[in-house]
C-alpha cells in the first residue's frame, strides 16, 4: 500500500514521501493497521525508486503515522504529519496528533513531535484530535490546513505559523 504522497519537484528529482502500510496489529479483538512514512524519489516522475525505509521512526509499535507534508526551507526539510496509537484513537486519548520532523537531506529525519507548532485546543471542534496537516507557503508565511475531532467531522482549522522555523 502507498497512499496520501507529497511529491516535489527539486531539479532533475521528483521526491515523494508516502504513507505505506507496515501490518496489521490485533487490538482488543480486533484487526488494526499500523502505517509509516517512507520516501521516494524519481527522474522522470513516474518510475519510482524506494528504499523502503521509514523516515519517521515509530515510537511503539502500535504507533500509526499519516500525511506528511514537506516544506524546503532554507538548509533544511520540515515535516509535519499526524499520528496515533491503535488504542482508544477515534477522538479517545489515544487519538490523532500533529508530529514534526526536520532533515537535512530530506531521507533522515529527525522526529521533534513537541516542535509541531499546534496542539489540541481547551475545548471545542479540535479538543480531541488534529489530523491530517497540509501545510504551505503563502506570501511568505507557512499556514497549515488540518482536521479537527471526529477525523474532520466537526471542523477544517486552517493555522499560521508565527516565528521562525526550528
Known sequence: MAVTPWVAREGDIWRMWYVSGLGWQSVEG????VYGVKYADS??????RRSNLLAISQHHALEAIARPTVIHQGDKYHMWYCHRDSLDYH???GSYRIG?????DGIVWQREDKLAGIEPSVIGW??????YP?????????MMFYNGNSFGQTGIGCAIWEGTLP
Open 126 to 131: 479540535d479538543s480531541k484530535m488534529l489530523c
Open 134 to 142: 497540509y501545510v504551505i507557503e503563502v506570501d511568505g508565511a507557512l
Open 91 to 93: 477522538d479517545g486519548k
Open 100 to 104: 514534526y520532523a526536520y532533515s537535512s
Open 30 to 33: 480486533s484487526l488494526e493497521p
Open 43 to 48: 527522474s522522470n516522475g513516474i518510475d519510482w
